[in-house]
């Protein structure tokens, strides 16, 4: 989380616990309309626990709930507000805080990471989210009806899961936000993330060392990255690098079996079209397993 949207958090909570003890907190939302500028939003019935509740909808297959909606139906008395700045709304309770960021690929629990296939989407005001990263990251059971496509939320079982600090490594955290901020600093998430994945791949197989730090400063058949020999993977890495190494570290894998990847524009794939196979092209890296 940044620092500004800490401060932002810290400025309005206030108000908007006064606001929610004065109005009330309003469950149901609004319906949505079901098409906007030719994208369809075919609309579900969401119940909790049999109840029902809210309005989801289903885009491109994936079913998205709002986020008020869910913030709601954990029932845990989360104020739930909007930072402009950061486009991002926020919810609070005594015991977590979970955000989306519009368009972000994923949603924050308690400075944990999960990741939104399909992304955040901001809908005429209203910030839509794959409902089920928010149901994994709560341990929410879903029920589904095959007919309708009408969804049960279950939270007999919910629970709200280790905060990141107790969650991640602090040392493999810290060295896989690095290196992917040193080598893909200008990449989009998945370019980032598929970075990730093949310092992870390489200290899981048994042909590189076994920690993500060993893998970095592996030298044994000479300096494996860049940002080892010129330094760079000593510079503090940006916020979204940081996001990256956390979904790598939840077990987000976007590039397959990689273990090597290289920037066709500045060096030589004839090496790894010889030996390796290839497996994916992300930005402006390809990707060899």
Known sequence: MTKRLQKNIALVCAVCLLT???SGYAAMDNDLPA???????????????????YSGYVIDGRTYIPFRSFCGALNLGAV???????????GLAENF??????????????????YAEGGVVNYRGILLVPLRVLCD???????????TGDVNLLTDDLEICLSGAAFYDEDNLYWLSRIISAEAK????TGKICVGNVVMNRAESDNFPDTIREV??????????????????????????????????EGVELAGDSLYFVNPSIGSTKWFNVNRTFVT?????????
């Open 20 to 22: 929610l003890l004065m």
């Open 35 to 53: 098409e906007d500028e030719g994208v369809l939003y075919e609309k579900v019935a969401i119940s909790v626990d049999g109840e029902l509740l």
């Open 97 to 114: 805080m979970v955000t989306a960021g519009e368009g972000d690929q994923y949603i924050t629990v308690n400075e944990r990471c999960f």
């Open 137 to 147: 990251a709560f341990s929410v059971e879903i029920q589904w009806d095959e007919d």
């Open 186 to 189: 200008d990449q989009s998430m």
């Open 281 to 289: 092209s992300v930005g402006d890296h390809d990707f060899y397993a």
């Open 216 to 249: 970095i400063f592996d030298s044994t058949y000479g300096i494996q990255f860049s940002p080892v020999s010129n330094g760079s993977i000593y510079n503090e890495p940006d916020e979204e690098s940081i996001v990256a190494a956390k979904l790598c570290l």
């Open 80 to 90: 739930v507000f909007w930072d402009p700045e950061s486009a991002t709304a926020i």
